[in-house]
Nanobody, 119 residues
Framework: QVQLVESGGGLVQAGESLRLSCAAS???????MGWYRQAPGKQRELVAL???????NDADSVKGRFTISRDNAKNTVYLQMNSLKPEDTAVYYC??????????????WGQGTLVTVSS
């Protein structure tokens, strides 16, 4: 069973940056990790994913601002968020599972970390 522990959320002003981290532990048999987010009153949406081989995919709304990366030796995935906007405010969830750059079958969720961007 894989467990995911997130860190790095908080309150920032528009235009600032944050970095989220997610460490995976346990019996690891996954090849895709990523980040989803859920804003109040909205559905959870994929923000970015990365495969064990380093292929990435991200949402159009964050292209050019967010970067996902992965340290396979530490079983940790990061989400560097720059030029944050108020509409980025959400609970961000780390996810792990199987798939490819184009498909993500989530098997484990993190507990979520709140990111609040003030205008």
């Amino acid at each position: 069973q894989v467990q995911l522990v997130e860190s790095g959320g908080g309150l920032v002003q528009a235009g600032e940056s944050l970095r989220l981290s997610c460490a995976a532990s346990g019996s690891i048999s996954i090849n895709v990790m990523g980040w989803y987010r859920q804003a109040p009153g909205k559905q959870r949406e994929l923000v970015a994913l990365i495969t064990s081989g380093g292929s990435t995919n991200d949402a159009d709304s964050v292209k050019g601002r967010f970067t996902i990366s992965r340290d396979n030796a530490k079983n940790t995935v990061y989400l560097q968020m720059n030029s944050l906007k108020p509409e980025d405010t959400a609970v961000y969830y780390c996810a792990a599972g199987h798939g490819s750059r184009w498909y993500f079958q989530v098997e484990v969720w993190g507990q979520g970390t709140l990111v609040t961007v003030s205008s």
